[in-house]
């Protein structure tokens, strides 16, 4: 979940993504709890990734 708050440019993004999506495999083997934060990460990942292509596409449609 810390790696979707920084973000650190796109990298903690991706990160995010898949530490978030290994995390809920392991708490569902395991039965543990943590599956909410393992949901958060995943979010703040898609919404970063949502953020950088957004400001890709605004960089690539002003450049032309």
Request: cysteine-free; charged content about 10%; glycine content about 18%.
């Amino acid at each position: 979940m810390v790696l979707g708050i920084v973000w650190l440019y796109w990298i903690g993004s991706i990160l995010a993504l898949v530490f978030g999506y290994i995390a809920r495999k392991q708490i569902r083997e395991r039965g543990e709890s943590g599956d909410g934060m393992a949901i958060a990460g995943i979010v703040l990942g898609w919404v970063g990734v949502g953020i950088i292509g957004l400001v890709a596409v605004i960089g690539i449609a002003t450049s032309a």
